[in-house]
């Protein structure tokens, strides 16, 4: 195809519209020539026809659409020109309105459920689910400004109620609904107070 000769290596910007409607659509690319073979092969149409510009070639055909090359730009431009096309045209067929962003994109509940199917059986490592618990717990991570945390254990000595483990003394206050305590540290290796 002439087109895609045409258009090799070129980074810039493209427009289907659709003869019959006027609806359009505005993409880029770092190379035209490359994006243009996913849309003139029909295995691509037929795995994306979430994006309306697919589902549209698949259901109008080729011939109901022109394809025009709005503008060649040099590749570090690419998504600002984009974004200056689908301002300027408001392209019917452009789901998301922000070039170069999914913002706004939502999976279908089809691909939900498939992205559901293929989670299960998944194992999570033993490091990931320490990793999990100490999140659902609302405990700080390992490591907090480049130094490892140190477990605390908290006495009461009004109440002789132990507290352990803590990885910091905020945590431990406000699990007695207190601003702040007095209390002994213990180092988890030493046991030396501090």
């Not at 691509?44 to 309306?52: A, G, I």
């Not at 045209?89 to 559901?116: C, D, Q, V």
Request: charged share 25%; net charge positive; hydrophobic share 35%.
């Amino acid at each position: 195809m002439q087109i895609l000769k045409e258009n090799k290596g070129k980074p810039g910007i493209y427009q289907w519209i659709n003869k019959s409607n006027g609806k359009s659509y505005v993409g880029s690319s770092s190379n035209i020539s490359t994006r243009l073979k996913q849309y003139f092969n029909i295995n691509y149409l037929l795995k994306n026809t979430r994006m309306l510009i697919c589902k549209a070639l698949l259901k109008n055909g080729y011939s109901k659409f022109e394809l025009k090359i709005l503008e060649y730009c040099d590749i570090t431009d690419v998504i600002k020109r984009e974004q200056h096309y689908i301002d300027l045209l408001k392209p019917e067929y452009n789901i998301l309105k922000i070039a170069g962003s999914t913002l706004g994109f939502r999976h279908s509940k089809e691909t939900l459920a498939k992205m559901s199917v293929a989670k299960l059986g998944t194992k999570h490592s033993e490091e990931t689910l320490a990793k999990i618990g100490r999140h659902s717990r609302g405990l700080p991570r390992a490591y907090v400004a480049g130094s490892p945390a140190q477990k605390i254990e908290v006495l009461n000595i009004l109440t002789g109620e132990k507290k352990i483990p803590w990885f910091n003394a905020s945590s431990c206050f406000r699990s007695w609904n207190k601003p702040y305590c007095n209390f002994n540290f213990f180092k988890e290796k030493s046991n030396q107070t501090i």
